[in-house]
Nanobody
Framework: QVQLVESGGGSVQSGKSLRLTCEAS????????MGWFRHLPGPGKGREGV?????????SYADSDNGRFIISQDRSKNMLYLQMISLKPEDTAMYYC????????????????????WGQGTQVTVSS
């Protein structure tokens, strides 16, 4: 089993930055890639991939990031990060950390169905 705990969310004004942190614990040797997802508010909105990184450091980003989000990991500390800059009100969402033990190529790393473990989420609210 793998446990994931997110932190770093909060309420900020448009244009500001936030850094999300995900602390992983448990059976981590089986993890092949990890990612950040968000669940936007409103009806019919699913969980969308934001960024992902595999154990070799290969990065995947959603087109909607527009270079504003940077994912990184510190495997020595079992930590995953998401640096978000120039935040916009439309970035308001619950952000989740996720981990996968599957051997999928990177095209699937932003698909929430590719993941086995999820954190509880951290709320990010951006006001205009």
């Amino acid at each position: 089993q793998v446990q994931l705990v997110e932190s770093g969310g909060g309420s900020v004004q448009s244009g500001k930055s936030l850094r999300l942190t995900c602390e992983a614990s448990g059976s981590l040797t089986s993890i092949t890639f990890m990612g950040w997802f968000r669940h936007l508010p409103g009806p019919g909105k699913g969980r969308e991939g934001v960024a992902a990184i595999d154990r070799g450091g290969l990065l995947s980003y959603a087109d909607s990031d527009n270079g504003r989000f940077i994912i990184s990991q510190d495997r020595s500390k079992n930590m995953l990060y998401l640096q978000m800059i120039s935040l916009k009100p439309e970035d308001t969402a619950m952000y989740y950390c996720a981990a996968s033990r599957r051997d999928y190529v990177s095209r699937w790393h932003l698909d929430p169905d590719s993941y086995d473990y999820w954190g509880q989420g951290t709320q990010v609210t951006v006001s205009s």
